[in-house]
């Protein structure tokens, strides 16, 4: 009786032995081989950790694509900056206050559009394309933000241009301004070789230290991505403008 007993727990426990090495053998093939979906396998793009991953769905990009160029062709977007440049407006209601206020304004939709030429390529992003279009000079000044920009001027403030662009695009840059009617500003700062893996808002926040330390003083920064408002040194008086084209950290 004992010994049938103990043939019974014997066989119990191989055959959960058994089990268990099966479970472990699929278990480490379906992670090396059969969970991972193509986008996944991507070298670029966003793959967060299983753990932390929030499976909400997105929109479709074709679907999300249509909406943003209703929404700029439209009106809605043009009605959307006004609210924006009549609030920013009442921001720097006061003239500047010190001979050394200043104020930090981005440059590629926050003064000039690129809208034709990022609608052009699915609002997608080719380096090589927007270099060739940057160095065409021919980004187009954004009215309002044009007001808003002389209306500052007006008032006493120092402008600054700090932007994303690089420094082989300097003089393009400098042609495109001066021909949309933006002169009358203090500088134009464009990201050095050295800055090339900085975050926009790194490069920014250490180019708005340089600034304060030659004297400046920030009271506001002017952009449509939230890395040229966030940071170091942007003043008390950030102004946001919209932009559903891209986004920038």
């Known amino acids: 009786m004992m010994k049938s007993i103990q043939s019974m727990q014997n066989a119990r426990q191989t055959c959960w032995a058994k089990f268990f090495t099966l479970l472990a053998s699929i278990i480490i093939f379906s992670e090396a081989v059969g969970t991972q979906s193509p986008w996944q396998a991507c070298p670029s793009g966003i793959r967060p950790h299983k753990k932390t991953c929030v499976c909400k769905r997105p929109e479709n990009v074709g679907l999300a694509h249509k909406k943003v160029i209703e929404y700029y062709e439209n009106g809605c977007f043009d009605k959307e900056l006004a609210d924006v440049v009549t609030k920013a407006k009442r921001q720097f209601a006061q003239p500047a206050q010190h001979d050394n206020d200043a104020v930090i304004f981005d440059i590629d939709e926050t003064v000039v559009s690129d809208y034709c030429n990022v609608k052009s390529i699915k609002f997608g992003f080719v380096p090589k394309l927007s270099h060739e279009w940057v160095m065409k000079s021919a980004a187009p000044a954004i009215p309002a933000m044009k007001d808003f920009y002389h209306y500052l001027l007006k ?11 690089h420094h082989n695009e300097f003089e393009a840059t400098e042609k495109n301004l001066k021909n949309q009617g933006f002169t009358g500003y203090d500088k134009l700062i464009v990201r050095s070789a050295a800055n090339k893996n900085l975050t926009a808002q790194e490069y920014k926040s250490r180019e708005r230290a340089k600034l304060v ?10 952009g ?5 408002i966030t940071g170091d040194n942007v003043g008390q008086n950030p102004v946001k403008v919209p932009n559903y084209m891209y986004h920038i950290d």
Not at 157 to 165: A, K, S
Not at 213 to 222: F, L, T
Request: aromatic share 16%.
């Open 224 to 228: 449509d991505q939230w890395s040229d």
């Open 213 to 222: 330390k030659e004297g400046y003083n920030i009271v506001g920064s002017v």
């Open 155 to 165: 008032k006493g403030y120092h402008i600054i241009f700090l932007t994303g662009r």
